[in-house]
């Protein structure tokens, strides 16, 4: 699990490609969501409380509902098995047929 030390520190770096949603919200690839939820299983433990719905700016929080969604599937893994997925998703989201699909090209 070395690697993944490594690793955590690159990945919020990467220029991850943005995806628009209706009024105007953003989110980004499912490899982002994945990532980020392995790192808040090892630091928080299983997804708290319920699925958010509303944005702070009164549309639907397509952004918080995917981190929720992505957290929650992970839940019961220790931090061990998180740290495992966790290179796993790196792995997948760097190869070369996902690079176009989450990388932004500048």
């Given at each position: 699990?070395?690697?993944?030390?490594?690793?955590?520190?690159?990945?919020?770096?990467?220029?991850?490609?943005l995806i628009p949603k209706p009024g105007g919200a953003v989110t980004k690839p499912d490899d982002w969501y994945k990532l980020w939820a392995a790192?808040?299983?090892?630091?928080?433990?299983?997804?708290?409380?319920?699925?958010?719905?509303?944005?702070?700016?009164?549309?639907?929080?397509?952004?918080?509902?995917?981190?929720?969604?992505?957290?929650?599937?992970?839940?019961?893994?220790?931090?061990?098995?998180?740290?495992?997925?966790?290179?796993?998703?790196?792995?997948?989201?760097?190869?070369?047929?996902?690079?176009?699909?989450?990388?932004?090209?500048?």
């Open positions: 699990m070395k690697e993944y030390d490594d690793l955590q520190a690159k990945w919020e770096g990467l220029k991850w490609r790192t808040q299983q090892i630091v928080e433990g299983d997804v708290p409380g319920d699925k958010p719905l509303w944005a702070k700016t009164g549309g639907l929080d397509f952004d918080g509902r995917d981190r929720w969604e992505a957290h929650k599937a992970l839940k019961g893994q220790s931090t061990d098995e998180a740290k495992l997925t966790f290179c796993q998703v790196w792995g997948r989201a760097n190869s070369k047929e996902r690079e176009r699909i989450n990388f932004r090209p500048y």
